[in-house]
């Protein structure tokens, strides 16, 4: 049952990333639909930390900065490869969730976001006040991926919308598959009973704190290769990247979603991220809206948009 | 020497405005056990009400109890409209509503005013006061007895009054609470209007020294928050103490070490406080029912 489940999320969200295109008006809508993969990554790694394992995180955006700032410091300082500027964040960041995550996963509820949020604040930081090296508030340029050259000499010509379109739609499937295999594999299991019960997992031999840091750890990659795709398709970084509302509209997004579900994250990410691609004509109000979403999906759809229309749908089928 | 007074001096002026959001903080989570994170808006919404009532032509008393009433009152509509309704809900969901709310708060404080900031003069002027060779002004020393005058007034409401001691008997035990006859509802809005009051009643003292905009609720939020944590999450007197000293922690950082990390302390200090001693300094060790 739940194979088949994850073969047919896998299934419609590979359609969906396939076919859209053929709605698109103009060339500025696969911007918006790389905006919207990039997003949907890093909330599936928070729905495996806050979905499967049941902790949360107020500070993940300090893993995206992580992520976002080493593609465009590595290239220059380093003499890295882009590509390689990914994976040496997504290692940085993994190592820094392993650390920090040793002594903080032993907190609960409230203490454990402020504790995170408290973490995310300092990485947007030292962003921001190191200007010597990050240029500060203002930000960064960041180098090319340089892929995008060799398909054209390949003979492939993309728009720069079209190739970040692709590049994130395929990482975000890829995602989206590790995500749906852990959830049925020994861990993923362990992960859900201390969820919901830290005491009667642990009687059954789960190693509850190793479990809670390998989630906090995944979801940290997540949300730092998803800041590495941000920075490379920009070509462009600001430490708001890391900053304090971007952690929140991570969070808001998994849980707007349907935290328990990969396509749902999907989901929550599209309509954050259209929101003000939609409110610009009212920019003035964006943040009215925002809040008021939150506010009342939170009060009157507790268990996310996706689920919560699920269930409808299927009361009415039966 | 000199310099320490006068680092100090401003230390216990910013962290008196801590204190009386981490006291908001404080009574809010006695009462429902809920973390608003929405806290810092009731000290923009004292300050901005205020600058705009004062500039329509009302006298500045009457200005700043017309924003305590106002924002007391958002207060109780946030516990009606937003809590309540929630009642129940997992750690994750409130702690969206509450952040979803103050981003709706600051939404509509900027349609309604406006995105500039904003000052009005200080209550007995503007000529420092020296002591001992450094100087304070006497908005400070408003902000600072303001503070301890909440504390005192708050103290007398817990112990010596009836209402006082209902609220003290919901944050024990809702259960009981409503078994002995305590209405806990009208607890639950009593505490919001009042740790709204309190936060705006900061705005109003402090906006002549640090000026108010529709945004500076946010850190004030994270730093009060992490003052009550400091004092140990829940006791008012901890609330008063970890106020001041995150405020000293941050004036001296911010004059013999960085101006820029100024800002760090309240997240070191938070993670610190959580690794070291998760009760606080006042706070009560909790078990865990299984």
Redesign the interface.
Known sequence: MAGRNKWISLGVLALLIALLPLFFPSGYYYRVGALIFVNALSVVGLVIL?GYAGQ?S?GHAGFAGIGAYACALAPEHLGLHPALAVLLGAVVSGVMAALIGK??LR?K???L???T???G??VS?VLT?ERALTGGPDGMNVADLGLRDLLRDMGWRLSGGEFWYMICGVVLLIGAWLALNLFDSPSGRAMRALHGSE?AAATVGVDVPRQKLRAFVISAVYASVAGSLLALQNGYITPDVAG?MHS?EM??MA?LGG?GSVLGATFGAAILTLLPQVLTVFA????????????LV??FL?QGLLPSIARRLRGRGE | MDALLQFLFSGLTVGAVYALVALGFTIIYNASDVVNFAQGEFVMLGGMITVFAFEAGLPLPLAALLAILVTSAIGVALNKLAIEPARGAPVVSLIIITIGASIVIRGATQLVFDKQLHRFPSFSGDDPIHVLGATILPQSLWVIGGALAVFVGLWIFFTRTLTGKAVLATANNRVAAQLVGINTGWVMTLSFGLSAAIGAFAGVLVTPITLVGYDVGVALALKGFAAAMLGGMGNPKGALLGGLLLGCFEALTAGYLSSQYKEAVAFIVILGVLFVMPQGLFGSKSTERV
């Open positions: 806050i949360i107020l002594p903080i907190l509820g409230y203490y976001a402020v504790a949020l408290g973490f604040i300092l930081m006040n005491v304090f929140v969070v808001t849980v935290v003035e109000y964006e943040q009215l809206v925002l809040g008021l979403v939150m506010v939170m009060i507790p």
